[in-house]
Structure formats: structure tokens, C-alpha cells
């Protein structure tokens, strides 16, 4: 179904039969309140209608619905399901009646109408996650979102058993988003055949990229939905070169490409944890043009009515992340994230939250990218963290089976995670506006608030004291701070008994007032807390 | 005189008009030859003419030339310089014979017509800087440019015989570039003022920006030739921050603005070594939009019929050097090129050239801006050019006269020219296409072409040993290199006797078959130059 070529009515006669509607139904309303259908402020809404099996009906249908609410109005495509059912699935970001009607080419699934009532949201629903503060992100009723992802690339082309231990290990782990692929994935550990593929076809090469698989999204979106439950943004990678013309998903023809973005989008873009990566290392796809990513971003962005966060992951050769249609900037550069010094640039450049979503794995595979340390890794969050960026996990531990995390799943083995865990707790603890960096491009290890909040990281550095001085901005002499002095590896927070009163000591710089100074254990990874205190 | 408001006819009008003239003049020209003027390519031809100096001939009139050879058109916008005397400028890029004719809305300055003929260059004129090879620079003959650049924001705006000095000071310096603002600086240590100004007015801020100074554009335009016949490109400051309303010249309206910028560039343009840097710490200047920057941008380019290279200069906050007319990103970040791995990100983000323009100055000012030594600065620019970048130099030593180079000129005191002099030649050896960095994101800190030539700075490292390993690509087994180790400090280059054979070592690297290393004096700043022997 090519949501392009669908015959939309002029706005006017839409709103003024929307008012129609929304006035019958208003009368009709109170008094069916009890027995009106009720959907959580983003939730879904799912409206099931049965149509023409014959035929072709992911190209011959077309089917979409305006859902109204007072001066609302939002066009939502619909799509096929199989069996000759059609879906139409919606998400509200409004409390109160909303009302639909359909539009088709099929006379039967068409002018079909309805509504229902959308409620608060559920105490663990804080809607979908939105930038904030320009570089930061925050969940849509204001619940800042601090991103500590994880990577399983082809987790849900597993078999069920190992997808059901994923789900269990997830349940247990600091990470609230997780990348994966929607193309099964062919690469080095990674030679098994997936049991569902997202088109009709015998497999491996030869497809009907006119007749997508139901059976394959209905488990797909099951996916979304379990991580969705357990507090977890699904980072969907909609292309990646992991293929290699195997199953020939990475050099489908455009209209194909198209079609299938187009198809994915009306299914999956209501799930409120979705945000769309257009590709995993895009560059190394060399069947694609630059140009096709431009336009694979511009059908994305057209057919979400929700805005989902859209990104995309590089190789080696950036992205122009300064695109209007580019939400957040997706990196792949470990070295970036190894000095802080580093990764603020991409910040001030993208005037974008940035997030580090691959900078080398937890591991021990002979590949370089495979096997920095645990230690490295929580190093490697916490350079992002004071730079004002975000960072995420993944693990490449050699498994008998092949079965390792960063592609497949299964369990953890690695040590950073429960450090992750203690640093998006700091995180969380940490101003809602985010972590800023402090007097960036000055080889200052902080971030936070300036006059309010310092997060300071020494890195591979093992000082024993640490003078208290603090870039000017916002303070004034006769502030005081309470510092606490961080363990990041061994997971201890330590309060320092005294009070750190400032004044100012240069043009720069505010000191403690009497030259104090917070001692410090003279061991690696160690930060620094600091408040004010009045 | 706004060129935006100027009627240009028809360009097939002009194409006939233009065959007419060659016609006409290549009958004439065989016998006139010797008697035609000769400009060499990239040289100067002007044109002057007489006219009105009534009314203000600097808004009144519009005075306009097509230069025509063969299939080439080129249109050229005059300027009034004062006293009833026009000018036509034009630097031609093709030897042989051009003709012109001028157009105006005053007929004695209308239908004009003439020809020269453009000879070969000079010995000494390479043609105009041009983007090569994506990050790197080249003359337009095709000779590389290796840029070495410094800063002396306001000398032309200084006492005659201090420009005097300075002019004297750079013909016996490393520097190819020098970058200096038109408009006179108002700031510490620089609160002198100009005996010229650009505008017709009262000092210091009452100006009738509608009435340029001629005098003051032809001193600058001086100026603007005589470092071109030293080899140093003119880096030209259209705007900056520090006036703070004193003159006014950072606050003037838009009209006036947009004005001042087309007669700068009918002025400047025809002179081959003049760039446009639109602004210094462009965000510094808060009556400025960003909306303002892209218009001035869009003006230069649409009045500069040579395409003279275009950039920008940020404070704390960077302009998008991705956007089209940005030819290369002029950037102040001191602590980006205190490490490769920083200053390479610039690179990959832009696909463009970078020039770190403010990287903090040699010197003893009390500003932390002003007082690195000449250590740190030389060695910012190997890190910056270990990362495929190029590096601005400035000086700020205290002077009982505030006569220090960055603002005024004068005379150098500081240690790192010299150096810079020997980086250059470094530059100058180096493999035609420019330093590309080898293996970036992964901590190597050589940049060169890989297979054959690789430059390594080992920073404040002091390493008594090198082991020869150098990452894989494009290297086979038997492959042989010679090194030369340079102390960058120093100034000495000491070739390594023994010649290095190398072997696949694993699947990143190939190594001295014999596992053997290059000594070295365990001092900071060393570096190695290593080229295949054969």
C-alpha cells in the first residue's frame, strides 16, 4: 500500500465532517460513556476491519482514517494484516473523546466510523521520548530520559527460547533502549537462518517485495511491545549491510525499498518506544546512494505522524546529522568517547543530542572493534557523560555456540553493565535539564549546572586530592558545596564531611575560600559529585 | 552602489553583442598586438572611467562590465571611487584575448568596450587558492598550498610605519596567510584610533554609510597586493564584535550592511589572494541573526564572480560549515588540536577543509587565551596536522606600547615561528595530495597517503623506541621503508641507516620483518617521517 499516492481530502471538508462527527457524538457520548472504548493517553488504539483478500492488497488497498479531537487532526495510514484483515492503529496524545472515520479505495472499508475514550496514562507510561533542552531527551509529560542503550542486532531472528531469555535479561539490566535490526543479519557468528522474514518468498534470495509477512511484523511488533512494558525505547534499524545479497535485503530495487519503509511505518510508528535508525554503518551499504538516504529519511518523516526519533549509525563516513530530518546524531567512533574533549565537538556541531551507539564491545573477539575491557567500556560512558552526550553498551564475549549479546542475545557476561546501572542512577539523580558541559573546550572534566550541579571525571588519572575550583560562571564568594567523592568502578558514593565555601580567585576561577581540598584515593575512574549546598 | 538592483540584460543579447566585439576586435587585433594591453593570468586588468560626481554616485549609479572570450562571459560589477572616477576590476583565469563593454545607467560610463590580452603567469603566480582533494588546499596551477597562517587583526588600521614594519616582518616569516579584519578593532590593549575609516563621516560614530572612502579602500587594497607579492593570502574579516558600538560598525542596519558587503567584494575580488572570513567569533556579535549570517554569505557569494573562498569564524557557538557556500570551516577551538584525535572530528563532520584559525596565542597576557608557550603552540599545529587539519599561529606578548602582533603587527618575539617555518617545509616535502590521517578513530597519530609516505607526532610523548608497525592497508609483504626521525623543536631531520622490510603481522598491521624498532631520544615533540623505498 503506497501511502503516496492516496487520495487525502482538502483539510476543510475533513474538518468540517470531523465537526459532524465529534457533534453527534458528543450527544451521544454522555450518556454511552460506560460502555465507550478507553485508551491511555499513547497507547494504541487498534481498529480491525475485514476487506478484499484478492488480489494484491499491500498495493491494490488503500485505507486510512482521520482520528479529531476539538482541533485535532491526525491522518493515520492503515495497512494490510493478511486473511483479509486491514488494521488501523493509532495513538493518542490527548486525553478526552476522539473520533474516527475511514477512507479507502474499498467501499467497505471506507466511511467506516467510531470512537473512543483516551485516559490519563498508566502510572509506568510517561509517553514516547522527545529531545529536550537541545541536547537532551526527556520522556513527552517531562520525565527526563537519560539513554543507556544496549545493541542485540538480529535478537528477534533467534529462535523463541533464546528471544524469551533476551526479554529476561533485559528485565534485569540498566538499559533503556536497545538497537536491533528488522532484516535478519549474515556476518561473522551470525550464519543462521532467521524462521520468519518480513516478505513472501522462498528463502534465502528469492522474495515478493510486493507481499510483505504478516506472521514476521505480528512478532515484531509483539517485541516492541514487551520491551515497551518493561520501560525500554526499541532503536529499529530499518537497513544495514550484514546481508551481503544473502537474502538480498540490502539491495532490494527503490521501489521496493520504498514501499517496505512505507509499510513499516504505518505498522510500527504508534508503538510509543519506537524510534526509527535508518541504518546500521550506512555508508558500508555501497547498493545505496547518499541520495537514497535522503529520501529513505524523507518517507520516515512523512508517514509518522508521531515524530518518532529518527537517527542514523555510520561506518566510517558521517552523516550529515545537521538535516533538518535527522532528530539526534547516531555515532559509531570509540575514540570519540575515550576524552570528553573528544565527543563535546560532535555536540557543538549537531547542535543535537548526540548518542555514541557503538564504540567498541565489552569482549574478547580477535576483532579490534570486540574487545575493549569492562573498565574500558564504563570509561568510555562516563568521557560521554561529562561531555554532555550519551553512550551505548554492547558485549562480544566468544560463545561455543555463537551466541553472543551484541548480535543474538541471550545473557550477559561482561562487568560493565552493573556499573552502567550505578552510572544511570547518578544520571537520573542529576539535574532534569541535563548534564551541560562546564567551560567546554577548556580540559574542564565536568558537567552539570553551572552555580548548581558538577559532575567531575578523572578518567585513567589517579590523583589524591583534587583542589576545590570551579569555573566562574553563576558563582558568587560565600557559596557553599557539599561534594561526594565517586567510585565508578567500585560502585561507592562517599560524602565529604565539610562544607566548601567559595571565593573567587582569579578571573577564571572560584576556590574554596581557605584552599580545601577534597581528598581522593589515588585509583583510576574516579568522579566527583558536587551541590550546592546553600 | 547595490549590484542587486542592477538591470543585466539578457545573456543572448549579451552573447551576441559579445561575438560582435571579438569579431570586430580580432580583425583589428593581429595588427594591434603589440600595442594591447598585457595582463598576466590572475593578474589585474582595470579599467578606469570618468563620470558623474554629482548627486552620490555610490547609490545613484550601477556600472557594469562583460569581459568576453571566446565562450566565456563573465560579468563584472564597477565601483565609484571617488572624485568622478569609476572602476572596473577584473582578474581573467584564461590567457589569450578578452574583450569587454560596460553597461551603466549613466551613457558616458555605458557601452565602453575594449580588449587585453592575458598572457602566461609570472614565475611567482600560482593563481588563486582553491579546495583540493576534499580537505586540503592548492593553487590553482595545481601547486599545492600547505596553509600556515597568523593573525594580526587590526594592522592596517595602525600608524603607517608600524604597517610598514609588519609588511617587513612577514616577507621573513612562515606565514602564507595572514587574517585581519576591515573594520578597526576597539578591545584591550587596542584603543587607538584608525586615520581611516571606511565610511564618509564625523569619528567616532556619526557615518553616512551610504558614502564609502575611497582612500581608505585604496590604502587597504594596498595592502592586499603587497602580501599577495609576498605569497601570503589575504584571510579578510567582513565583520567582528569588538567595536561594541564605539564606531558602530558591528550595529549598523541591515541596508547598510548588505551595501558595505557588495562594494567590498566589486572592490576586492579581482585580487587573487583574497579570502572572505565573514566574521571573527561571528556569535559574539549579538545584534547579528543567524538569519544575517546566511544573507551575508548568500551576498559574497552572488557578487564574487571568482568564487574566493568562503568561511567563518565562531566564538563558543560554530556556524553549519556543511551549508553549501561555506568552503572550508575557519574554527577557534584551542583544546581541538591538542589532540589529533579532537581536531580529525572537524574533518569527518564537514567533508571540507579545516583551518583551526584560534587555537590560543604564544604569549604572556594575563587572558588564558593569551599565554600558551611556544612549545604548546608548535605543538598544536603537528596535532592538527597529524589529523589531516591546518593550524593558525598568533602572538601576544605584553608590550609597554600594546604594540603586540595579533591585534597590531610589528615585530615577532616568540618561539614558535621558526618552528612553524620548519613544519611548513615539512608540509611543503609531502606527498602532493596532502596529509590524509592513517587509521583515524583508532589512535594513530600519523597522517599521510597510506603505501607510501607516513608523518607520526608523538606529542609530549617521549619514547626512547619506536617498533615499526604501521596499519595494513595498502602494504605487502616485502615492502620496504626508510625513516627519518625529526625533532619538530629542535629543526633537525636524522635519516635511520638501516632500511625497514615489512610483514603481515596479524590482521591490522604489518611490521619490520625482523620485529625492529626506531630509536629515539625520549624527548616530547618528536616525529618520524617514513617513505617507501622502493
Known amino acids: 500500500m503506497n501511502q503516496q499516492d492516496e487520495g487525502i481530502n482538502p483539510e476543510l471538508f475533513i474538518r468540517f465532517r470531523a465537526f459532524f462527527i465529534v457533534l ?41 482514517a482521520v482520528f479529531v479531537k476539538e482541533d485535532r487532526i491526525v491522518q493515520i495510514s492503515g495497512f494490510y494484516d493478511g486473511q483479509g484483515e486491514y488494521i488501523i492503529r493509532f495513538s493518542p496524545d490527548e486525553t478526552g473523546l476522539w473520533t474516527y472515520q475511514t477512507q ?89 537462518e532467521p524462521y520468519l522474514f518480513p516478505f513472501e518468498g522462498t528463502p534465502p534470495s528469492t522474495w515478493d517485495y510486493t507481499r510483505f509477512n504478516p506472521d514476521f511484523f505480528r512478532h515484531f511488533e509483539k517485541r516492541i511491545l514487551q520491551l515497551g512494558n518493561m520501560g525500554i525505547e526499541a532503536d529499529i534499524i530499518l537497513f544495514h549491510p550484514y546481508d551481503k545479497g544473502h537474502w538480498g535485503f540490502d539491495r532490494m530495487p527503490k521501489e521496493a525499498d520504498d514501499r517496505y519503509l512505507c509499510y513499516v511505518v504505518s505498522r510500527l510508528s504508534a508503538y510509543r518506544n519506537v524510534w526509527w535508525s535508518l541504518a546500521n554503518e550506512y555508508d558500508f551499504m555501497k547498493e545505496k546512494t547518499p541520495d537514497d538516504w535522503d ?42 568517547v575515550q576524552d570528553y574533549g573528544r565527543a563535546v565537538l560532535y555536540r557543538d556541531v549537531y547542535r543535537k543530542p548526540v548518542i555514541f551507539d557503538e564504540v567498541k564491545y565489552e569482549g574478547n573477539l580477535p576483532q579490534r572493534w570486540g574487545n575493549i575491557s569492562g573498565q574500558e567500556l564504563v570509561f568510555r560512558f562516563w568521557e560521554g557523560t561529562i561531555a554532555g552526550t550519551y553512550v551505548g553498551h554492547g558485549e562480544t564475549y566468544l560463545d ?45 572534566p565536568f558537567a552539570g549546572v553551572w552555580g548548581t550541579y558538577y559532575l567531575g571525571y578523572f578518567g585513567r588519572q589517579m590523583p589524591t586530592a583534587w583542589l576545590f575550583e ?36 582569579d578571573n577564571y576561577v572560584f576556590a574554596d575560600k581557605n584552599g580545601g581540598s577534597v581528598p581522593l584515593p589515588g585509583k583510576p575512574y574516579m568522579a566527583l559529585r558536587i551541590r550546592r549546598d546553600e
Not at 425 to 444: A, R, V
Request: with cysteine.
Open 400 to 444: 561455543p555456540n555463537d551466541i553472543i549479546w551484541w548480535a543474538k542475545g541471550g545473557v550477559l557476561h561482561g562487568q560493565s553493565p552493573a556499573r552502567l546501572a550505578f552510572l544511570r542512577t547518578i544520571m537520573e539523580e542529576g539535574p532534569q535539564e541535563g548534564l551541560e558541559p562546564i567551560d567546554k573546550w577548556q580540559n574542564c
Open 470 to 505: 570551579l569555573p566562574k560562571s553563576e558563582l558568587a564568594d560565600g557559596m557553599k558545596f557539599k561534594v561526594e567523592v565517586i567510585d565508578t568502578w567500585d560502585m561507592t558514593i562517599t560524602p565529604i564531611e565539610s562544607t566548601f565555601e567559595i571565593a573567587k580567585r
Open 295 to 336: 529520501r529513505f529519511f524523507k518517507i520516515v518523516q512523512a508517514h509518522d505522524p508521531y515524530g518518532r526519533l529518527r537517527s542514523i549509525h555510520n561506518g566510517s563516513l558521517l552523516y550529515n546529522h545537521t538535516l533538518p530530518w535527522v532528530t539526534h546524531a547516531s555515532i559509531q567512533n570509540g575514540s570519540a
Open 104 to 192: 479507502s479505495n474499498v467501499a467497505r472499508l471506507s466511511g467506516q466510523t467510531g470512537s473512543f475514550i483516551c485516559t490519563d496514562p498508566s502510572d509506568s507510561n510517561h509517553g514516547p521520548v522527545r529531545i529536550s533542552n537541545t541536547y537532551h531527551f526527556a520522556y513527552a509529560d517531562g520525565t527526563p530520559y537519560r539513554q543507556v542503550g544496549t545493541t542485540c542486532y538480529a535478537w528477534t531472528h533467534q529462535p523463541l527460547n533464546l528471544q524469551e531469555q533476551t526479554l529476561k535479561t533485559l528485565s534485569d539490566c540498566p538499559f533503556n533502549k536497545i538497537r536491533f535490526c528488522l532484516f535478519p543479519k549474515w556476518y561473522s557468528y551470525n550464519k543462521n
Open 24 to 64: 453527534l457524538l458528543s450527544i451521544m457520548g454522555t450518556s454511552m460513556f460506560g460502555q465507550k472504548m478507553k485508551v491511555e493517553k499513547w497507547g494504541l488504539f487498534e481498529l480491525k476491519l475485514t476487506g478484499p483478500a484478492g488480489g494484491n492488497p499491500f498495493i491494490d488497498i488503500e485505507l486510512s
